[in-house]
């Protein structure tokens, strides 16, 4: 009753609101990437016992902001983490944390966008083979952590 008589006041009308589409969607950039954004940069010359590096590339690989990359990445550490020299665990940490955008890590993955030359390498080729799911696993869950 208040508000129907605080409408009539102030003589407000309701109104519907209709959204309307564009035609042209999937040519809009919905967010466009601020070009002022500062990213933190990937220290590569941080010594830490293997151990800890293993257990901080199996968090990062399961917490990634993006489902397909959480899938890709959490199933690729479990299998392949334990085996990796250091030298490999440095590439593999280069590539999960120097990019900006997830969505590069995956489009090269599957193999939609040409991998950049400076991630071009053996654990980018794991990755590829492994997206590629010879054993026909199910990549629907992220592994157990332990």
Do not use: C
């Amino acid at each position: 009753m208040y508000l129907r008589a605080l409408t009539q006041s102030l003589q407000l009308r309701p109104r519907l609101s209709v959204r309307y589409t564009s035609k042209k969607v999937q040519e809009t950039v919905i967010d466009p990437p601020d070009e002022s954004t500062i990213l933190p940069l990937h220290y590569e010359d941080v010594k830490v016992d293997l151990k800890t590096l293993r257990a901080r590339l199996l968090y990062q690989s399961r917490k990634r902001g993006m489902l397909e990359n959480g899938l890709i990445l959490s199933s690729f550490a479990a299998k392949f983490l334990p085996d990796m020299t250091e030298e490999q665990l440095g590439l593999y940490d280069r590539l999960i944390n120097t990019p900006s955008n997830d969505w590069d890590i995956y489009y090269w993955a599957v193999g939609t966008k040409e991998t950049p030359e400076e991630f071009d390498n053996e654990i980018m080729r794991m990755l590829k083979q492994h997206v590629k799911n010879p054993d026909r696993t199910g990549l629907t869950m992220q592994p157990p952590l332990y």
